[in-house]
């Protein structure tokens, strides 16, 4: 009986450990580079290098930037940081707009103000701890991270 309860043991501590969930760290989500796309008449844009896809029309109605059914800016700006939030922004845009990956989707965590203006030829950069944006032909600096202007 003893030789019974051993082996059932055994297995049962075999089965949980296989269970068990696994995980992989650290991990480094950061592009190195941002993403310069084009935004065709429907809102969508698509990075190949990235395999990523997505439909940015409810940002330029949140940011009052369609004109004819149309986005105001051509090309949108994208980079996501090592802990894996996508920055985002446009020329004209007045904002930063930082999403988390979601289900099928990316969910807003933070929308950084820049400029009450709109930002003038706006350019990202990963810097290790945060993003950095360059704007106004690379006059303004600011350090973005998840959290905000750092």
């Given at each position: 009986?003893?030789?019974?309860k051993k082996i059932f043991l055994?297995?049962?501590?075999?089965?949980?450990?296989?269970?068990?969930?696994?995980?992989?760290?650290?991990?480094?989500?950061a592009?190195?580079?941002e993403?310069v796309?084009e935004?065709?008449s429907?809102?969508?844009?698509?990075?190949?290098r990235?395999s990523v896809?997505?439909?940015l029309?409810?940002?330029?109605e949140?940011e009052?930037l369609?004109?004819?059914?149309?986005?105001?800016s051509?090309?949108?700006r994208?980079?996501?940081?090592?802990?894996?939030?996508?920055?985002?922004t446009?020329?004209?845009f007045k904002?930063?707009?930082?999403?988390?990956?979601?289900?099928?989707?990316?969910v807003?965590?933070?929308?950084?103000t820049?400029?009450?203006?709109?930002?003038?030829?706006?350019?990202?950069?990963q810097?290790?701890?945060?993003?950095?944006?360059?704007?106004?032909?690379?006059?303004?600096?600011y350090?973005?991270?998840?959290?905000?202007v750092?």
């Amino acid at each position: 009986m003893k030789r019974s309860k051993k082996i059932f043991l055994t297995i049962l501590f075999a089965t949980l450990a296989a269970c068990s969930s696994l995980k992989i760290a650290p991990v480094n989500y950061a592009w190195p580079l941002e993403n310069v796309l084009e935004i065709r008449s429907d809102f969508n844009v698509a990075s190949m290098r990235y395999s990523v896809t997505m439909n940015l029309r409810e940002l330029f109605e949140a940011e009052k930037l369609i004109e004819n059914n149309a986005p105001v800016s051509k090309q949108v700006r994208i980079i996501r940081n090592r802990d894996g939030y996508y920055f985002i922004t446009a020329n004209k845009f007045k904002h930063v707009y930082v999403f988390a990956p979601g289900e099928k989707s990316l969910v807003l965590k933070r929308k950084i103000t820049i400029n009450e203006k709109g930002i003038e030829n706006p350019a990202f950069n990963q810097r290790g701890d945060y993003i950095e944006l360059i704007t106004d032909n690379g006059n303004k600096r600011y350090e973005l991270t998840q959290d905000g202007v750092k």
